[in-house]
């Protein structure tokens, strides 16, 4: 900022811009137009609009800030919330069984910073990392509780129970016996480390999923972790280590 500001004679001067004070100087350089201006993104949030639900331009939202790449977040929130919102209505008329419901444009923002805030806490960041980025009231919602434990006690598990007889009748011995002894250890509180061993296409994947859907669909909690992408796709609510840790 020094290179382009002429002049100044302290801090407050080389954030003036044009005769107006900055409260940053990443506004500053903003308004000097040194860093990203951020209209690219701004106008390809607003025409996603025309095609893509409001749901979707949130997750594009999240996914913008996650990645770091706008300069100025909250300037972007500011030209475009109305769209990133503009689910939040019928979203919340579903939720609490009423049509007729109705919301002012500060509980839109919070409905929707809220969601945004469960989509960036997913990948591990939080709105608060984001200079400028309003924060929302997570009291006005029963959003606030711990995320990974509202996922993972979200499963059917009437289906799971279903899922989970076919996958006992068809193990076999090896694998059967492999459940048994992790079974075991959980539902008797021993805990225990287990490594099991075993060439491509033996069905280890299928006893993972076997144990995972054994204490699932008595509610208990299942954290599935994994080394690579393709093989967390194969696990109901499977992630990378990277991704979870």
Not at 107 to 114: D, K, M, S, T, V
Not at 197 to 209: Q, T
Request: aromatic residues 10%; contains cysteine.
């Amino acid at each position: 900022m020094l290179n382009h500001v002429r002049g100044p004679k302290c801090f407050d001067d080389i954030r003036t811009v044009n005769d107006f004070a900055h409260l940053t100087f990443r506004e500053a350089c903003y308004a000097l137009g040194l860093i990203g201006n951020d209209r690219e993104y701004i106008a390809a949030i607003k025409e996603a609009a025309d095609w893509g639900p409001g749901f979707y331009l949130k997750n594009l939202f999240a996914t913008l800030l996650f990645c770091g790449t706008l300069s100025m977040p909250n300037r972007v929130w500011d030209e475009t919330w109305q769209l990133l919102s503009d689910y939040i209505l019928h979203k919340q008329r579903t939720v609490l069984n009423n049509q007729d419901l109705k919301l002012t444009n500060e509980e839109l923002q919070n409905y929707a910073l809220i969601d945004i805030e469960n989509s960036l806490q997913i990948n591990g960041s939080s709105l608060r990392r984001f200079e400028g980025m309003p924060f929302p009231d997570m009291s006005t919602t029963a959003h606030h509780r711990n995320r990974l434990v509202m996922d993972a006690l979200s499963y059917d598990r009437q289906s799971l129970s279903e899922e989970h007889e076919i996958q006992l009748s068809s193990m076999t011995d090896e694998q059967r016996l492999v459940y048994n002894q992790v079974m075991e250890a959980a539902l008797n509180n021993k805990g225990g480390v287990f490594f099991v061993y075993g060439y491509g296409g033996i069905g280890k994947m299928f006893l993972w999923r076997a144990l995972c859907a054994g204490f699932r669909k008595k509610g208990d909690i299942v954290v599935a972790v994994l080394s690579s992408g393709i093989a967390a796709t194969l696990i109901l609510g499977g992630v990378t280590a990277h991704s979870r840790l």
